[in-house]
């Protein structure tokens, strides 16, 4: 009698202990139509309604940004570049009033296809990576001291290049505004070069991720996102809150221009895994062809626009003003800190030449990858951030990752 009343009360506190701890995976933004209340964990299936927003015009953009193609900020100050068969040059803008009031060569560099600028502490990234025809061998990143782009009594600047390949793609074979491998957008987060494709086929976006070294390197793909539109430009700030913008053509070449926000996702490497809200911003014979977007950390940000010829009529490039701040400001996340939890986490899983490990720690830590058989075919050692591990010497099979007392399962 005694041993089944014990045993009814452990299973009477076991079940509600388990109860305590159980997830619900659904829908947690509130702006959301299906958005569950009871739900604790983000599981990127919210659904929006169609939202429409103005960005505030600034005013036109000087002649010598008629085809401005990517915003940065540095120092505080708005950054821009013109795309393909411009002079190699970038130019500071006044956002009060959109004039150029600085203007700096980047003496060892050709603008082949420049296509978007991005930023950390120390270096300026300006992307030579526009790809309409889906068959360059060339693409590369200028890598610019920051330090030297602020030396005013100097207007020119000398680059690194990081030379790379995407990691899924096998052909070249030209497809003009008919592949999937052009590329208009990228950010520098997490160690790491964060590239979004432009794909003119079907309308997706492709989610690379690349060294910022100096050097060759493979952009490993790692997420994609049905964006119904061509994604131009990409930025996030300090919350981790992703830009991606874009337009479409919605048939009779009238375009209308968008802006996708990422946010609220289980990893930066897997961002499309949570909210995804399309933000419609207007025809681009008002706002103009989206090209560049920056956002800042207070969820304000810029938009340019290109110069736009149609017949007999001619719309000047354009720079914009915008705030994300309703749409993401009271946002409760519910997946970010369980991938502070995850301590390494290593993508894409089935690799080929690399594969991109992230590791959640204050130092470093040795690691080992064993093969099936328990062969250590590698060794090494993995930093707080993220880590690119050359695999080109390994045959396809099945290999373990062994890290902190974590070991993954891995494939090539």
């Known amino acids: 009698m005694n041993i089944k009343l014990n045993l009814l009360a452990f299973l009477f506190i076991a079940g509600n202990a388990f109860t305590g701890f159980a997830q619900l995976a659904d829908c947690t933004d509130p702006q959301a139509t299906n958005y569950n209340p009871a739900a604790t964990v983000n599981n990127g299936s919210c659904v929006y309604p169609v939202t429409n927003y103005s960005p505030v015009l600034i005013g036109n953009l000087g002649s010598a940004l008629n085809e ?86 100097n207007d020119t ?15 070249f074979v030209s497809a003009p505004n008919n592949n999937n491998y052009d590329c208009e957008a990228f950010f520098y987060a997490n160690d790491s070069l964060h590239l979004f494709s432009k794909n003119w086929a079907n309308l997706k976006t492709k989610h690379y991720v690349l060294s910022a070294e100096a050097g060759t390197h493979q952009a490993a793909l790692t997420d994609s996102l049905n964006a119904d539109g061509l994604i131009t430009d990409a930025a996030t700030n300090a919350d981790g809150t992703v830009t991606l913008l874009g337009y479409k053509n919605n048939g009779n070449n009238l375009y209308t221009c968008f802006i996708w926000l990422v946010y609220d996702y289980p990893s930066l490497y897997h961002c499309f895994g949570g909210n995804k809200r399309r933000i419609e911003i207007g025809s681009a014979l008002t706002i103009g062809q989206t090209e560049g977007i920056t956002l800042m950390n207070d969820n304000t940000g810029y938009i340019s626009s290109e110069l736009i010829t149609a017949g007999i009529f001619t719309f000047p490039p354009k720079l914009h003003s915008f705030t994300i701040d309703s749409y993401v400001s009271d946002i409760v996340t519910t997946v970010k800190p369980q991938t502070i939890q995850a301590k390494i986490n290593i993508y894409p899983n089935n690799f080929t030449d690399n594969f991109i490990v992230t590791y959640t720690a204050q130092s470093q830590t040795d690691y080992r990858l064993t093969d099936a058989s328990g062969k250590v075919v590698l060794q090494g050692t993995i930093a707080p951030g993220t880590t690119v591990v050359d695999t080109r010497q390994l045959s396809a099979g099945i290999y373990f990752f062994t890290a902190n007392s974590i070991s993954i399962k891995l494939l090539k």
């Open 68 to 153: 401005s193609s990517g915003l940065a900020i540095i120092n505080g100050e708005l950054w821009s570049h013109n795309d393909s068969g411009n002079p190699n040059e970038i130019h500071r803008i006044n956002t009060a009033d959109a004039t150029i009031t600085r203007t700096v060569v980047i003496e060892n560099a050709t603008n082949v296809d420049w296509e978007s600028v991005t930023q950390n502490n120390e270096y300026l990234f300006v992307g030579d990576f526009g790809n309409n025809n889906g068959n360059r061998t060339n693409l590369n990143i200028l890598k610019i001291a920051i330090t030297d782009i602020l030396n005013t009594v």
């Open 157 to 171: 600047v000398q680059a690194e290049v990081i030379q790379f390949s995407y990691s899924d793609q096998s052909t």
